[in-house]
């Protein structure tokens, strides 16, 4: 048997406890098939903590997710903490824990499955065989960037304002980060800004380019800006290989991305600190980017698949259990392309089901394949 491995489960708020449900059958059968045992913990995140601790994301949680080798998360958010004040909002939980565990490279694929090509509301031959890596920095820019506020001016009128900065470093360690992916796909980075206006825009770009002519000549980068990028992804997103993009314009060209691939509730990402030298780990935070659907949260609808797809992207990227990842990736594509579908992914002709079924019928399929 091998090693154990220090998971923390944060299941959060509205669809997240559902979908983790289904992630915990998976993890089961990991256990009895494949020999992969982990030590699992829980942990309270957004407003469940808040109703439990007071906080979006209590310093308990910090210290386990900072003593686990990975963190699988949920979702956080919901109509329910709308009104708390700015700095509680349940959102604080991710943003915090990006923030101290140094998790600044945020992986978001966006590939379209051969079964869902027709799911998408683009054409199917502008989307068929997309397969995008949108890399976006997740620790600076406009997220963190001091100052921030909202002031009152002597005439009795609001000025709102943030900051949109980054340090040469912080856009180098993504770079690379979003270079080394390429390297191992089709080998192109699309990197995203707008420095026809602003100034750490400027840089963005220079530091880019500095690092691919120093480090990855071999890696062809392309500058473009961001406003660009979106139309672009609208219209040809079969251009793109890997997008690096700062913090506020990979929050909204991930989104995009994700919507070409039909579902939002079919994607998962990863989020990704530095490697110590010393220990050869980093630190690592998975979740769906579908967020806490609190429209739908509770029914038993909700589509368990990209937060399935997350722990998938956790075997490869925090244990290299490469082969259970891939294992667990086609056991998926296999559930969809035998019909199966929930509510947000359903299509004339297919077997709708809810989160349960869904997450049964694909360790069916592990089942199957590994008999
Ligand atoms: C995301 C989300 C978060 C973000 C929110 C929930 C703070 O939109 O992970 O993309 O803006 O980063
Ligand atoms: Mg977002």
Redesign the pocket.
């Known amino acids: 048997m091998a090693a154990n491995k220090k998971l923390l489960i944060l299941p959060g708020d509205g669809i997240g406890p559902e979908v983790m449900r289904e992630v915990r059958r998976v993890i089961d059968w990991m256990s009895r098939r494949r020999a992969i045992s982990f030590d699992m913990e829980e942990g309270l995140v957004g407003g469940a903590a808040i109703e439990a601790e007071g906080s979006p994301c209590p310093d308990v949680t910090v210290e386990k997710a900072k003593a686990a080798d990975a963190v699988l998360f949920g979702s956080?958010?919901g109509p329910r903490w709308d009104s708390l004040p700015f700095d509680q909002r349940p959102?604080l939980g991710?943003?915090r824990l990006r923030k101290d565990l140094g998790l600044f490279a945020n992986l978001r694929p966006a590939l379209v499955l051969d079964a869902l090509v027709d799911a998408s509301s683009l054409k199917a031959d502008i989307v068929r065989g997309v397969d995008i890596m949108v890399v976006r920095e997740?620790t600076g820019g406009v997220?963190f960037g001091e100052p921030r506020g909202v002031e009152t001016l002597p005439d009795g009128k609001r000025r709102g304002f943030d900051t949109d900065v980054y340090h040469e470093d912080e856009i180098a360690r993504v770079a690379r980060v979003a270079f080394d992916l390429a390297r191992k796909r089709r080998n192109k980075v699309t990197s995203v800004e707008k420095a026809n206006v602003m100034q750490s825009g400027r840089l963005w770009r220079a530091v880019v380019g500095e690092i691919q002519k120093a480090e990855y000549p071999d890696v062809e980068l392309e500058n473009m800006y961001a406003d660009n990028c979106a139309m672009q992804l609208c219209s040809r997103p079969k251009q793109f290989d890997v997008i690096l993009g700062n913090n506020l314009f990979g929050?909204v060209l991930?989104?995009l991305a994700a919507a070409l691939t039909g579902s939002l509730g079919m994607l998962p990402s990863a989020t990704l600190g530095a490697v110590d030298p010393v220990t050869g780990k980093r630190h690592a935070l998975y979740e769906p980017?579908h967020?806490s659907a609190p429209d739908i949260a509770g029914k038993g609808i909700a589509n368990p698949l990209a937060q399935i797809l997350s722990f998938a992207m956790l075997l490869r990227w925090s244990f290299a259990l490469d082969e259970d990842a891939t294992l667990l990736e086609t056991a998926v594509a296999k559930v969809l392309s035998g019909g199966l579908r929930t509510a947000d992914i359903m299509q004339p002709g297919m077997a709708r089901v809810g989160t349960s079924v869904m997450g049964e019928a694909v360790v069916r399929e592990l089942d199957k394949m590994a008999a």
């Open positions: 956080v958010g959102e991710i943003l997740s997220y929050d991930s989104d980017i967020g």
